[in-house]
């Protein structure tokens, strides 16, 4: 009976993380946005949310070999200085497959864990 107790509540901590940290990055993603667009051979991202993201920039290149780039630290934008240069970058993707799209995934860190914030990505090309 002893171990069965420990076992399940083991499973019991175990599930409470999860739970916790799904409504975490959930609550966390809320302030989370992107824009996103393409000029020539690089893509612009644009952090108009209100928290500091990483990002990740997805491709087909024209070899249709999938292609990502990380971008660290992207500052959220402030009114008040709009062109701020922390606040966006420039991302050379050279030549991607004509007609595919260019996917940028908004990273967020919580309590040491990177969040992926998948419902907030911008899709251009």
Do not use: W
């Not at 690089?42 to 971008?71: A, C, F, W």
């Not at 991607?96 to 907030?120: H, N, Q, R, T, W």
């Amino acid at each position: 009976a002893v171990t069965v107790t420990v076992f399940m509540k083991g499973k019991a901590n175990e599930q409470a993380q999860i739970i916790k940290e799904e409504v975490g990055s959930r609550l966390g993603c809320d302030s989370v946005a992107i824009n996103a667009f393409i000029d020539g051979a690089n893509v612009h991202v644009i952090n108009v949310g209100s928290k500091t993201v990483d990002v990740e920039v997805r491709y087909l290149d024209v070899n249709q070999q999938l292609k990502k780039i990380e971008v660290k630290d992207l500052k959220p934008r402030d009114v008040r200085t709009p062109n701020d240069p922390n606040t966006r970058r420039e991302i050379p993707i050279g030549d991607k497959s004509l007609g595919d799209k260019v996917e940028i995934l908004p990273k967020i860190k919580i309590d040491d864990k990177i969040f992926v914030c998948a419902d907030k990505k911008a899709v251009v090309g």
